[in-house]
């Protein structure tokens, strides 16, 4: 129940296109959806987050679609760039468990120019 | 403002052998979590300390302890190390009021022998 399914697992997408990232999840009390984009050598970084209350966040190119009766959320980014390359992760937690996040597993996204 | 600075970088130990990594938090921020970053695991959270308290621990051993110190710097403790621990130790910060923006440090990468 504790665990957030991601995929893909690699996304090759050519500059310009479109690249969609999927999670699912079980545990309902979820409540705090983030993602984070991670690049070599560095720590993972807060990309954009939503709360179950809402079902679109947009924040410039990056989308996160909620779709809470499937227990499923989204990542979209728009007009994909060769620096967009990085490996994305979805997690979840619980507002009553403070910053224990459940990672998803990570995609390794390749923007080829 | 200063990101979140972990130290060392690197780091190689021996089976048997004990480590301690260091986490300077940004300033402000009076919570600390620490997370375990191998391929084959992902991400896993190991521990949160807020105000020097202990708020949530993950699922791991006891070898592996930490603390927070009265200025929010935080350590965390492997003892009698094993060659499963190598891995990327990521410290994170946040303002804890809720769970939302956590902030990553780069990483103690170590390497067990």
């Known amino acids: 129940q504790q665990q957030v399914k991601q995929s893909p697992q690699s996304l090759i997408v050519q500059k310009g296109g479109i690249s969609i990232i999927n999670c699912a999840y079980e545990n309902t009390a979820f409540d705090y959806f983030p993602w984070y984009q991670q690049f070599p050598g560095k720590g993972p970084a807060l990309l954009i987050a939503i709360r179950p209350d809402v079902s679109e966040k947009k924040e410039g190119r990056f989308t996160i679609s909620f779709n809470k009766s499937a227990k499923q959320f989204s990542l979209h980014i728009m007009d994909s760039q060769p620096g967009d390359s990085a490996t994305y992760f979805c997690?979840?937690?619980?507002?009553?468990?403070?910053?224990?996040?459940?990672f998803g597993s990570g995609t390794r996204l390749l923007v080829r120019p | 403002k200063a990101g979140v600075t972990q130290t060392p970088r690197y780091l190689i130990k021996t089976r048997g052998q004990q480590v301690t990594l260091s986490c300077s938090p940004i300033s402000g921020h009076r919570s600390v979590s620490w997370y375990q970053q191998t391929p084959g695991q992902g991400l896993q959270f190991l521990f949160e300390y807020f105000s020097e308290t202990q708020r949530n621990k993950g699922n791991f051993p006891g070898r592996f302890s930490g603390r927070q110190f009265s200025n929010s710097r935080s350590e965390m403790n492997v003892s009698t190390l094993e060659l499963g621990d190598s891995a990327l130790y990521l410290c994170a910060s946040g303002v804890a009021a809720t769970n939302e923006k956590l902030f990553f440090g780069s990483g103690t990468q170590l390497s067990v022998l």
């Open positions: 997690a979840a937690s619980r507002m009553d468990s403070s910053y224990k996040l459940i």
